[in-house]
């Protein structure tokens, strides 16, 4: 699935309608869950695991991956890694843009070799699911991806841990820009079309685990949901971004429910 393949949803009133279609909720009331995925949603199992699929598929296009097994990546997008792993080696901006049909196949084909074998790569985190679940039974909220993932990568992944079926929005990936803060503007931009509704920016709420999350959610005008499962980032670090929540995990769903009630 991709985020261009959405339709009109046709469950939801036009613009001028006065609640979204089968619920009482009004267009201001609703919110919009944007997702991240690692260190939010899943984990890998293995410590800089996206390296063993990342590095061969940087290789295979570009003749070398650079700087990319020193790096520490965490809420980085994808391009812009690969864009930081290659500076030094000559590659433009242009140069990966050039590229990114042949990136993304090449990718797809090591992240499935990687984890087609029968092997658990991914785990889902503790709360995760149950609380997607009553997220999804919430006639206020409706979920969708905003990750540095690649947009084929990133449904892949959600494939793998049974939790594709909870993100029924278009969102925003990876491989649309160098740039986090690019991304809510984009996911924004095609919720409102698929809805057929003006979202206001304070009407969504962005769910990571990086500064980086709660910063393209502060440049937006979203708000922001800070949780301490991921791998890089302390209480103190994340809460130094002044998110507008935080909380250390997604396992105690009442908690978590009335924490999105309150932003």
């Given at each position: 699935?991709?985020?261009?393949?959405?339709?009109?949803?046709?469950?939801?009133?036009?613009?001028?309608?006065?609640?979204?279609?089968g619920?009482?909720?009004?267009?201001?009331?609703?919110?919009i869950?944007?997702?991240d995925?690692?260190?939010?949603?899943?984990?890998s199992?293995?410590?800089?695991?996206?390296?063993?699929?990342?590095?061969?598929?940087?290789?295979?296009?570009?003749?070398?991956?650079?700087?990319?097994?020193?790096?520490?990546?965490s809420?980085?997008?994808?391009?812009?890694?690969i864009?930081?792993?290659?500076?030094?080696?000559?590659?433009?901006?242009?140069?990966?843009?050039?590229?990114?049909?042949?990136?993304r196949?090449?990718?797809m084909?090591?992240?499935?070799r990687?984890?087609?074998?029968?092997?658990?790569?991914?785990?889902?985190?503790?709360?995760?699911?149950?609380?997607?679940?009553?997220?999804?039974?919430?006639?206020?909220?409706?979920?969708?991806?905003?990750?540095?993932?690649?947009?084929?990568?990133?449904?892949?992944?959600?494939?793998?841990?049974?939790l594709?079926?909870?993100?029924?929005?278009?969102?925003?990936?990876?491989?649309?820009?160098?740039?986090?803060?690019?991304?809510?503007?984009?996911?924004?931009?095609?919720?409102?079309?698929?809805?057929q509704?003006?979202?206001?920016?304070?009407?969504?709420?962005?769910?990571?685990?990086?500064?980086?999350?709660?910063?393209?959610?502060?440049?937006?005008?979203?708000?922001?949901?800070?949780?301490?499962?991921?791998?890089?980032?302390?209480?103190?670090?994340l809460?130094?971004?002044?998110?507008?929540?935080?909380?250390?995990?997604?396992?105690?769903?009442?908690?978590?429910?009335?924490?999105?009630?309150?932003?």
């Open positions: 699935m991709k985020a261009t393949d959405f339709k009109d949803d046709s469950n939801v009133e036009a613009i001028d309608g006065t609640t979204l279609a619920t009482d909720v009004p267009p201001s009331s609703l919110r869950l944007l997702w995925i690692d260190g939010t949603l899943i984990h199992l293995r410590a800089g695991g996206y390296k063993e699929y990342m590095i061969p598929a940087v290789e295979h296009v570009f003749g070398t991956a650079g700087q990319l097994a020193q790096m520490r990546v809420g980085m997008t994808d391009l812009q890694i864009a930081e792993a290659l500076r030094d080696e000559g590659f433009s901006n242009e140069h990966l843009s050039e590229r990114l049909d042949q990136l196949e090449r990718y084909i090591e992240i499935e990687v984890t087609g074998n029968g092997v658990k790569f991914f785990e889902v985190l503790p709360g995760v699911r149950e609380l997607l679940e009553k997220v999804a039974a919430h006639p206020r909220y409706r979920s969708a991806l905003l990750t540095g993932n690649i947009e084929p990568v990133a449904y892949w992944k959600m494939g793998l841990v049974g594709s079926d909870f993100f029924t929005l278009p969102g925003a990936f990876g491989d649309e820009s160098h740039n986090r803060n690019d991304l809510p503007a984009l996911a924004a931009e095609r919720i409102n079309r698929h809805l509704v003006e979202l206001e920016p304070h009407q969504i709420i962005i769910i990571g685990d990086t500064p980086n999350d709660i910063a393209c959610a502060r440049h937006f005008g979203a708000r922001s949901l800070a949780v301490g499962t991921g791998r890089f980032y302390s209480e103190k670090e809460l130094t971004c002044k998110p507008d929540a935080w909380l250390p995990d997604l396992s105690d769903t009442e908690l978590v429910m009335k924490t999105l009630a309150d932003l």
